[in-house]
Structure formats: C-alpha cells, structure tokens
C-alpha cells in the first residue's frame, strides 16, 4: 500500500490583508483543481488553514477536512 501527498497552495487571492476572497480566476484555479482530485482517491485534506479551495476539493472527493494549527505557510521568495 502506497501513501501519496499533494501539495496545494491557495488560489489567486485578493491584494489585501487579512481574510479575503479569491479572484473570478482564483474560482476557475480552484474548480480546476477540484476537477483534477475529484478523479483520485482522496482519503482526508490536511490544511493549513480553511483556504476556499479546501472546500472546492472537498466537495468535489467528499473527503474529511482536518485543519492542522502546526502546520504554517512559508514564503521561501520570489514574486507573491
């Protein structure tokens, strides 16, 4: 038996601080991404934080999502 973990980060976001919604593309970003999972056997989501493409994945493989306080994001440079 064989484990596999995918690494998503978020989808286009708006150019503010704090919460903020994803962008008319961050939505196409995240259905795409839903699409691409929707076809794999997902078994859980482990996520950083409750990001809106966690619910398009989610809904689109019915798996359980687990939002880890131990886990953070870095930003390693390069354009945000």
């Known amino acids: 038996m ?3 973990i995918f690494l998503v980060r978020h ?5 503010r601080k ?3 919604s ?3 593309e961050g939505i196409i970003q995240a259905q795409a991404t839903a699409g ?3 076809k794999l056997m997902i078994d859980a989501i482990i996520a950083v934080q409750r990001a809106k493409i966690t ?9 359980p999502v687990t939002v ?3 886990l953070r994001e870095r930003r390693l440079g390069g354009s945000a």
Request: glycine share 4%; net charge negative; aromatic share 10%.
């Open 36 to 38: 691409y999972f929707s």
């Open 22 to 24: 994803i962008t008319a």
């Open 68 to 70: 880890d306080d131990r």
């Open 18 to 20: 704090g919460d903020v």
């Open 55 to 63: 619910d398009y994945i989610a809904q689109a493989t019915n798996a």
């Open 11 to 15: 989808a286009i976001k708006e150019k």
């Open 2 to 4: 064989s484990t596999n």
